[in-house]
């Protein structure tokens, strides 16, 4: 059972224009939800967060939103650059029923950015 | 400056032969570490959460015998594949986080073939 999904497997985008990233779960008990950059052969990197709590977090060109109601978030990336051609990874943190938080990740979206 | 350092960042290795990956946590003391794999194409999927003095907590359906865990300082995990074959062969990475609901981060992988 996918809790986190990420329905579109790729993307491509014009440079300088908008990229919208979509992340739908299922479980409502996910309290804080991230967002990776992965390379291939590399480690994925952090790029945003935001917790359950707001419905919005924006760092530079990154825009990360919440809309709880409809278990779902998105990351813009506004403009988008041909560095930003990578495997979006979101993530979610499970609290603990015992032990440590998990974080789930979604299936991932291939981004290509156009010059 | 990088958070983890994974080693090595490749290996192949016969079947039936075991594998150890190191993990280390640069920045910081980490009494948890998390163990993620990686198959082409698909999403990463947590293995196991190393835990400092304690056994590690593996999810569902990861054989513990078969992927051993030792996190035998605030600073270092590791991961052994024993006895190793062909379908055991993925991208296996590892994180640390500061604390609950902070962001992970990874190790840049290692690549283990089994032939």
């Given at each position: ?28 008990m996910?309290?804080y939800f ?23 977090n ?28 990578a ?24 981004l290509?950015?156009?010059? | ?6 080693h090595p ?15 280390r ?27 400092e ?7 569902q ?6 992927f ?31 604390y ?9 992988g ?6």
């Amino acid at each position: 059972d996918q809790q986190v999904k990420q329905n579109s497997p790729s993307l491509s985008v014009q440079e300088g224009r908008i990229s919208i990233l979509n992340c739908d779960y299922t479980n409502s008990m996910f309290d804080y939800f991230l967002w990776y950059k992965k390379y291939p052969a590399e480690g994925p990197t952090f790029l945003i967060s935001i917790s359950s709590i707001k419905d919005k977090n924006e760092d530079g060109r990154f825009t990360v939103f919440l809309n709880k109601s409809a278990k779902h978030l998105s990351l813009h990336i506004v403009p988008s650059q041909p560095g930003d051609s990578a495997v979006y990874f979101c993530a979610a943190s499970l609290p603990p029923t015992s032990g440590t938080y998990k974080y789930i990740f979604g299936t991932g979206t291939r981004l290509k950015v156009l010059a | 400056g990088a958070v983890v350092s994974q080693h090595p960042s490749w290996v192949i290795c016969k079947s039936g032969t075991s594998v150890k990956i190191e993990c280390r946590s640069l920045d910081f003391q980490a009494t948890t570490m998390f163990w993620y794999r990686q198959f082409p194409k698909q999403s990463l999927m947590l293995m196991a959460t190393s835990n400092e003095g304690s056994k590690a907590t593996y999810e569902q359906g990861v054989e513990k015998d078969k992927f051993l865990i030792n996190h035998a300082s605030l600073t270092l995990s590791t991961l052994t594949v024993t006895s190793a074959h062909p379908e055991d062969s993925s991208f296996y990475i590892c994180s640390v986080r500061r604390y609950n609901n902070s962001p992970l981060h990874f190790g840049n992988g290692t690549r283990l073939t089994v032939t």
